[in-house]
């Protein structure tokens, strides 16, 4: 098997956030459920829009902030989203493509606009997310490289897309070129409204297609219908060789070949928005795990750049991601 071009190629929704700070009853008079992501209509994301306060735009998607984050470690990226060939299109792929990820997929020409996710982060830190997948949701299996996805030693791809139906069978090629070249397979849950929407199918995804799972404690319990994350650790434990499970403020438990490890999180002065936290972990952990690191330096790793994430406002790193780890005396 040759070595791969790049460390991690991601799949996603090719998503523009737009991050508001507001309150609970901001969330209630506006009819947003609190925590979750809820998908909407265009005439949704323009009504929630003009009635947010003053926000920060910049290029988001669970998985794109994921692939941000393992770029700003000093690992090699590219992704696979779907955006319109308008302004907000622009953006995103500008973005991207600034950061040295390879981004190449053709813009829709036609149909809907660019997606824009509209977070709303109250004084507790959550994030309630009301999501227009616009142009995101026309991914289909022709816009996934096979030579891409052989060329890259881990494919990562987010719940979300299991939303729209060619979205998933595009996941699904993906997954097949992946493992047909020898490569890994990675999955986060993304949400457990999501999980809720599709828990028999990704039951089934993480057992027979998975390699690396994702899920924080909310998602990994919903996933096996248990009331306990013991419960639910002892299941993934069965079904994938790597499972990342996050705790928040608890740390991270991992599953490598059976074997469970705690890892603890990292110090943060003052939460101010959990947005991307998550998928930031997701890029610590799959770049240590690129680089060949152990389980628990892979933690170390999701730890740090997770915490950082949720630091200040926005979901993209701020501070110097390899300063960080290396002040941590971590060596990949």
Same mark, same amino acid.
């Given at each position: 098997?040759?070595?791969? @071009?790049?460390?991690?190629?991601?799949?996603?929704?090719?998503? /523009?956030?737009?991050?508001?700070?507001? $309150?609970?009853?901001?969330?209630?008079?506006?009819?947003?459920?609190?925590? +979750?992501? $809820?998908?909407?209509?265009?005439?949704?994301? $323009?009504?929630?829009? *003009?009635?947010?306060?003053?926000?920060?735009?910049? !290029? *988001?998607?669970?998985?794109?902030?994921?692939?941000? *984050?393992?770029?700003?470690?000093?690992?090699?990226?590219?992704?696979?989203?779907?955006?319109?060939?308008?302004?907000?299109?622009? %953006?995103?792929?500008?973005?991207?493509?600034?950061?040295?990820?390879?981004?190449?997929?053709? #813009?829709? $020409?036609?149909?809907?606009?660019?997606?824009?996710?509209?977070? %709303?982060?109250?004084?507790?830190?959550?994030?309630?997310?009301?999501?227009?997948?616009? +142009?995101?949701?026309?991914?289909?299996?022709?816009?996934? #490289?096979?030579?891409?996805?052989?060329?890259?030693?881990?494919?990562?791809?987010?719940?979300?897309?299991?939303?729209?139906?060619?979205?998933?069978?595009?996941?699904?090629?993906?997954?097949?070129?992946?493992?047909?070249?020898?490569?890994?397979?990675?999955?986060?849950? !993304?949400?457990?409204?999501? /999980?809720?929407?599709?828990?028999?199918?990704?039951?089934?995804?993480? @057992?027979?297609? /998975?390699?690396?799972?994702?899920?924080?404690?909310?998602?990994?319990?919903?996933?096996?219908? /248990?009331?306990?994350?013991?419960?639910?650790?002892?299941?993934?434990?069965?079904?994938?060789?790597?499972?990342?499970?996050?705790?928040?403020?608890? *740390?991270?438990?991992?599953? +490598?070949?059976?074997?469970?490890? %705690?890892?603890?999180?990292?110090?943060? !002065?003052?939460?101010?928005?959990?947005?991307?936290?998550?998928?930031?972990?997701?890029?610590?952990?799959?770049?240590?795990?690129? @680089?060949?690191?152990?389980?628990?330096?892979?933690?170390?790793?999701?730890?740090?750049?997770?915490?950082?994430?949720?630091?200040?406002?926005?979901?993209?790193?701020?501070?110097?991601?390899?300063?960080? %780890?290396?002040?941590?005396?971590? +060596?990949?």
């Amino acid at each position: 098997m040759s070595e791969p @071009k790049f460390d991690v190629a991601g799949i996603g929704n090719a998503i /523009v956030d737009v991050i508001s700070e507001g $309150t609970d009853e901001f969330l209630t008079a506006n009819k947003v459920e609190k925590g +979750a992501m $809820t998908l909407i209509d265009e005439d949704r994301a $323009t009504e929630l829009y *003009g009635v947010m306060g003053s926000a920060i735009e910049v !290029s *988001g998607g669970s998985c794109g902030n994921t692939i941000a *984050g393992l770029a700003a470690l000093g690992g090699t990226a590219a992704y696979i989203g779907k955006v319109r060939d308008d302004q907000l299109g622009q %953006v995103f792929t500008h973005d991207i493509r600034a950061l040295g990820v390879d981004f190449t997929t053709a #813009p829709a $020409t036609d149909g809907p606009a660019t997606a824009r996710c509209l977070i %709303v982060v109250t004084p507790d830190a959550q994030r309630s997310m009301s999501t227009y997948l616009g +142009a995101a949701g026309g991914l289909t299996p022709d816009d996934v #490289p096979e030579d891409l996805i052989k060329a890259s030693a881990i494919t990562y791809m987010e719940g979300y897309l299991w939303d729209p139906p060619g979205a998933k069978e595009a996941f699904l090629k993906a997954a097949g070129i992946a493992h047909s070249a020898g490569r890994l397979v990675s999955l986060t849950l !993304s949400d457990s409204f999501c /999980v809720d929407r599709f828990r028999t199918e990704f039951r089934e995804l993480a @057992k027979d297609e /998975v390699d690396i799972l994702f899920a924080n404690e909310d998602e990994i319990m919903s996933l096996y219908e /248990v009331d306990t994350f013991d419960a639910a650790l002892q299941s993934v434990r069965k079904d994938c060789k790597f499972a990342a499970l996050t705790r928040s403020e608890a *740390g991270s438990v991992i599953v +490598a070949d059976g074997e469970v490890h %705690v890892v603890d999180a990292e110090p943060v !002065s003052q939460v101010l928005d959990t947005t991307g936290a998550g998928d930031l972990y997701a890029a610590g952990f799959l770049f240590g795990l690129s @680089k060949g690191a152990d389980p628990v330096t892979c933690g170390r790793l999701g730890s740090i750049a997770a915490a950082e994430a949720i630091s200040h406002y926005g979901a993209r790193p701020q501070a110097d991601l390899k300063a960080l %780890v290396k002040d941590k005396g971590l +060596a990949v």
